[in-house]
């Protein structure tokens, strides 16, 4: 069934509404960036006069040993070794490249290079930089972010990491505003396999955020930033950081929390995906936090017994209480009834179909990043020397995956990004493979009443069976009509607000289907048919989006050379 918004989730409280200030210039909460400030959601992080609990958590601190993993006789890593693609995101403290090897056994593989500035980095944010590269050298999940080499300069620390091109699953919940359960169910079973082995580890993540899940190329996660995670030394932490929206309420009033307070943001991630709100979100910082501690959450009616149930098991003020936290663990979020369905061994080996799969046309597309960044010449800036201080702090901070050191696995290092790059294509059916939905789309779609005709090609209405949205689906034969090229412009440059929203691509027989946004106000044609002519004042804005979108395409050395009336 279609899952409505919550727009009034409080029983007890009124709450206004209050935007969450996502904007094109909200670069901090690049899941590759290190930096967690307050911009589009209310970021804290640990100062040391915040508060005595604060102190005795940096005093408890530990330096984590680290060590060189690189082969005698093979070469560290060095920027040179990386040719720049494009530009990801770029923060205060650097920037995150696609990147292309160029040299040794993984000639031609694409990385996420994550530039980290010496001199911009505060003392706290160094440590946290040793750690997350520290953590990551340890993490070996299928559903975790994979740290390849890293390495430094006079000025700056250098992290290879995957390179997901599937973006973040904020940006799929932004275009999408919620998914439907079975999609959530997906998503939260693999996000609890990746926390369950980060808490073997004995780490707690404490940055849980839709930010920081990204999808691969299959539409699979992969957990990542582990710049606030925290090993600590005895049983609790106490640095107030994180995200407020999704902080657990023993985070919040600093008595100390524990690998329990993952599995609240846990609930608050499963909320937000389920009904598009956040559940404690005030218009400031102090009235969320509030609302965490104090204030009774009601469940919408819409979501279904199972998810109401595992929500309430999630929102226990009292970590000990807390569904995750007790002598079970994880067995008892896995053994939920909202989770029945879940066959966790086949999960685990990615066997389980993902519910969506990023549409790319190529190993090296990053479409799914945003276009104010992805658009930018991508350059290096030499590095400010930092002091003698910072460059010991990062001593032993060189590391290469060891899969990358062993000679005998190079003909296991595949080159098929490079080669998908850079080959032409030989096979229309190669190309289509790249990008098109597994799914078949009559299992997710209901086809309704026509709405054009091309040459080559009918447009029809039709409907998601589950949220009950209608779309356009352009029909086109492949026998007739080539549309690789109208698909990947569609792919590329349709997150621009006046050119039609690219949903999907299917293939059917041999038929290529195009799902695409429903524009209800139909073709311009039709209106100036029906009043002969349009006035200036209307004309006026109609031209200057037109204006917009060409001039957007000519930017993007695209030429639309089929611009009128109906088109």
Request: proline share 4%; hydrophobic share 35%.
């Amino acid at each position: 069934m279609p899952l409505a918004n919550a727009t009034d989730p409080w029983r007890m409280q009124s709450v206004g509404d209050v935007t969450r200030g996502i904007t094109s210039q909200t670069v901090n909460s690049l899941p590759m960036v290190v930096e967690n400030l307050a911009e589009s959601r209310q970021t804290s992080t640990t100062e040391s006069s915040e508060s005595n609990a604060s102190n005795v958590d940096q005093n408890y601190e530990r330096e984590v040993e680290l060590q060189d993993v690189v082969k005698e006789g093979h070469e560290k890593a060095d920027p040179s070794q990386f040719e720049l693609l494009k530009v990801l995101g770029e923060g205060s403290f650097g920037k995150v490249f696609l990147v292309r090897k160029v040299t040794g056994p993984d000639t031609g593989t694409l990385y996420a290079m994550k530039v980290l500035k010496k001199a911009t980095l505060k003392v706290r944010d160094r440590e946290r930089t040793k750690m997350e590269r520290n953590i990551l050298v340890e993490m070996g999940h299928p559903f975790i972010v994979k740290l390849h080499y890293a390495f430094q300069t006079a000025g700056k620390l250098y992290l290879i990491l995957d390179f997901l091109r599937g973006g973040d699953l904020f940006s799929r919940l932004s275009k999408e505003v919620m998914f439907t359960e079975e999609d959530v169910k997906f998503y939260l079973a693999e996000l609890a396999l990746a926390l369950e082995h980060v808490h073997k580890l004995g780490i707690i993540y404490r940055d849980l955020k839709p930010e920081n899940i990204l999808l691969d190329a299959d539409g699979h996660i992969a957990l990542t930033d582990f710049g606030l995670s925290k090993l600590p030394p005895t049983d609790k932490a106490y640095s107030f950081c994180g995200t407020v929206e999704y902080m657990a309420p023993e985070v919040v009033n600093r008595k100390g929390h524990t690998m329990a307070a993952d599995w609240w943001s846990f609930g608050v991630l499963m909320f937000e995906m389920l009904t598009g709100n956040l559940p404690f979100h005030g218009s400031t910082r102090h009235e969320t936090m509030t609302q965490i501690l104090k204030a009774k959450l009601g469940m919408p009616s819409n979501l279904s017994e199972e998810a109401q149930s595992l929500l309430r098991a999630l929102f226990k003020r009292n970590p000990h209480n807390r569904l995750g936290a007790g002598p079970n663990g994880i067995e008892d979020i896995k053994n939920h009834e909202f989770f029945a369905s879940i066959d966790w061994d086949a999960l685990l080996r990615k066997e389980v179909i993902p519910p969506f799969r990023p549409a790319v046309s190529r190993a090296d597309d990053a479409f799914y990043f945003d276009s104010e960044f992805t658009c930018r010449t991508p350059r290096d800036s030499p590095g400010v020397p930092a002091s003698a201080n910072a460059h010991e702090l990062f001593r032993g901070f060189s590391f290469v995956a060891p899969c990358l050191l062993n000679e005998d696995d190079n003909k296991t290092v595949t080159n098929q990004n490079q080669n998908n790059a850079t080959q032409t294509k030989t096979s229309t059916e190669e190309f289509w493979a790249g990008f098109v939905n597994r799914n078949n789309f009559f299992d997710e779609y209901r086809l309704m009443g026509e709405l054009g005709t091309g040459s080559f090609s009918v447009v029809r209405l039709c409907e998601h069976k589950t949220s009950r949205t209608q779309y356009a689906v352009k029909i086109m034969d492949k026998l007739q009509y080539d549309p690789r090229e109208e698909i990947e412009i569609l792919l590329r440059y349709s997150q621009h607000p006046h050119i039609i929203t690219l949903r999907g691509v299917y293939a059917e027989g041999g038929r290529i289907l195009a799902v695409t946004e429903l524009c209800r106000g139909g073709e311009l044609l039709e209106h100036i048919t029906r009043r002969r002519a349009l006035p200036e004042r209307e004309a006026a804005p109609l031209l200057r989006n037109v204006l917009h979108a060409v001039h957007y395409l000519h930017r993007h050395t695209v030429v639309h050379s089929s611009i009128f009336y109906n088109g």
